[in-house]
């Protein structure tokens, strides 16, 4: 099976549709283009399945230095394991 | 008139039982006191949270965003790390902090996130983002004392800066 490490933007967006965070580091047009890119993203790896528990940390990273597999956002940070069904 | 030896060895074995019993009954009462009411320390002046906090996050090489959890007598019930961010920059979800608030049964809340940079000075997405957390909070009665930003010498406090 295959894993893909993916950032908290395309998390949120997946589990919730929650855009929320992006208004405060985007203007409206980079929003509308990052959503599109986590939609994108998200679509191409479709069925994924999220494989990570928060209780005991597993199937998370708390920093990575590598893009997210899902949006290709080059931005480091916490990254969750979704595995494709 | 004496009273039958079996009798009294029934009694004491009674007697034994019940003291034996009640010891158990105050330790698992102790048990219980130690498990649903310890506390951490009272958090009341900005600079013991200051310290706290800077020693928790000053060695970080990016940005995390973090929340003290408290009791409605500012006692700390938890310190989590909610989320981590790049060298300028961590995504905060307001649900985030409104699920870890109800899971620790917080009545007040303080968040920090430090600045890798060394700057306190924070940024107009902190100010905008500490208005966001306060206001989803406010919906499940939790208060929000203070945001810190933990860099080079002492931790801004938000609050005494009048922006909360």
Redesign the interface.
Known sequence: MDSFWI???CL?AAA?E?Y??LS??YTTDEIEKRIAGIHRGLVRLMPISADFDPETGWGLK??SPLPCDGCGSP????RHRFTRL | MSTPLTLIEASNFEANRIVLENQLIDEALHILDRRLFARGPILTSPDTVASYLKLHLAQQE?EVFGVIFLDTKHRMLAFE?L?????D???????QVVKRSLAHNAAAAIFVHNHPSGCTEPSQ?DR??TA?LKEALALIEVRVLDHFIVGEGRPLSLAEYGWL
């Not at chain 1, 931005?75 to 916490?78: F, H, P, V």
């Not at chain 2, 989320?83 to 060298?87: L, T, V, W, Y």
């Not at chain 2, 920059?89 to 649900?95: D, F, K, L, M, Q």
């Open positions: 950032c908290d933007d949120f919730y929650d929320s965070t405060l580091y708390a920093f931005q480091s940070g916490q | 990016h790390v989320f981590h961010g790049s060298i920059g961590a995504s905060v979800y307001p649900r997405a905008i983002l966001r």
